[in-house]
């Protein structure tokens, strides 16, 4: 198949299980066009059968905001001309999905069929989706998508109550590919690994997002006070954003900034995770919990908020702990106890990458994809 995706090209999980979609279908020998505004980030440019294509925003006096769904619409519409499309798979309803459709439109009307399927990731609903003004047209244009698919049923669940959705909702869960996301199985080089970040007798704990508010860093930090202040340790924090700031001032005024590793955005989390003892994902909302699966994957189990999609990732007291929002002590005591328990973090950490390799892998999930694709194709005529 030819299949041309389209996906926010930053540091969230919508652009992630893109960008790594379309890679694993390249390599099982579909042939790939990214449609977007800049090169998604965990693209090296040198994946055969993937291609990208720049949108081109023009900024006029007339505008005050640059018409990027316009945009994006053309180029998708000339891509899909261009390159014989069989389909689009927009990632994130907002604008992705309404430039979907009106790219469908505008080759239909030169007698082209272009099917699109509409992969729903979270905030696109539960937060930007909900905004009086775009609730109308998200609503329409997952109706009038050709196919649907959502990260989590507690997402379905929630475009259906929220939005009135009549049309099905498959759900595909997020995917981590397990040759790539592994544990470090000889323990001498792990140990020289985690020598650069942490004493041999302290433990690391990592957290791995973008900064968001929704992602409550400040209470990553609060933990980690809460832990050091009982077990030697350091924190590795991953990613950047809006909150970075506050989640270092804080540090610096509870006297933990120098047990603080602030690492910014990195390109191989999957070479930092392998060397943390616990994740730390304190989220208000997290529809999937993707950096927890990635986490699992490298025998990482989570410290973790019960909300949204995260129970059908993490089995409570089995591959992680689940605490309420907000509840920071009672996080802290979970990580102290486990940190300080190694047989039942060991069997955590086994549970965990268990988890991943036989319910998550992108060899199970993946083929999901393909034959969704198959279904709409076939259902479009």
């Not at 180029?75 to 309803?93: I, K, W």
């Not at 792990?190 to 900064?211: C, G, M, Q, T, Y």
């Not at 909302?285 to 059908?312: D, N, W, Y």
Request: aromatic share 8%; hydrophobic share 45%.
């Amino acid at each position: 198949m030819r299949i041309g995706i389209t996906c926010y090209p930053t540091y969230g999980g919508s652009g992630v299980v893109a960008t790594e979609l379309g890679i694993e279908l390249a390599a099982a020998g579909h042939e790939v066009h990214f449609i977007s505004y800049s090169q998604p980030f965990r693209l090296s440019g040198r994946d055969d059968g993937i291609f990208y294509h720049e949108v081109p925003v023009s900024s006029y006096p007339l505008f005050e905001f640059p018409p990027y769904d316009l945009a994006l619409a053309s180029r998708m519409a000339e891509v899909a001309e261009f390159y014989e499309l069989d389909l689009l798979h927009v990632h994130y309803a907002i604008p992705h999905s309404v430039s979907a459709l009106l790219a469908r439109q505008m080759l239909a009307a030169r007698g082209r069929r272009l099917p699109f399927v509409t992969t729903l990731h979270g905030t696109d609903i539960t937060l930007v989706g909900l905004d009086r003004s775009y609730l109308p047209i998200t609503r329409f244009s997952i109706q009038e998508s050709d196919g649907v698919t959502s990260i989590s049923r507690y997402l379905k669940e929630k475009t259906i109550a929220d939005f009135g959705v009549t049309r099905p909702i498959e759900v595909i869960p997020n995917f981590v590919n397990c040759d790539v996301y592994m544990p470090i199985k000889d323990e001498a080089a792990r140990a020289a690994a985690r020598s650069r970040l942490a004493k041999p007798d302290e433990a690391i704990l990592i957290h791995l997002s973008n900064f968001r508010p929704v992602k409550r860093v400040a209470d990553v930090v609060k933990v980690f006070a809460h832990v050091a202040r009982e077990i030697p340790a350091q924190l590795v924090l991953v990613g950047d954003g809006p909150d970075r700031s506050a989640a270092e001032w804080l540090a610096h005024d509870l006297g933990i900034h120098a047990r603080i590793h602030f690492l910014g955005k990195q390109d191989r989390v999957n070479e930092l995770l392998p060397l943390a003892d616990l994740m730390l994902m304190p989220s208000e909302l997290e529809s999937f919990g993707l950096a927890a699966l990635e986490a699992m994957a490298c025998k990482v189990p989570s410290i973790a908020t019960r909300v949204g999609g995260v129970p059908e990732l993490i089995d409570d007291g089995v591959t992680g702990l689940l605490f309420s929002v907000g509840n920071v002590d009672d996080m802290a005591a979970g990580a102290i106890q486990l940190l300080a328990d190694p047989v039942r973090l060991q069997a955590m950490r086994v549970a965990a990458r268990k988890t991943a390799t036989t319910r998550f892998c992108s060899t199970k999930i993946v083929p999901q994809y393909v034959q969704y694709y198959e279904s709409v194709l076939a259902n479009a005529g």
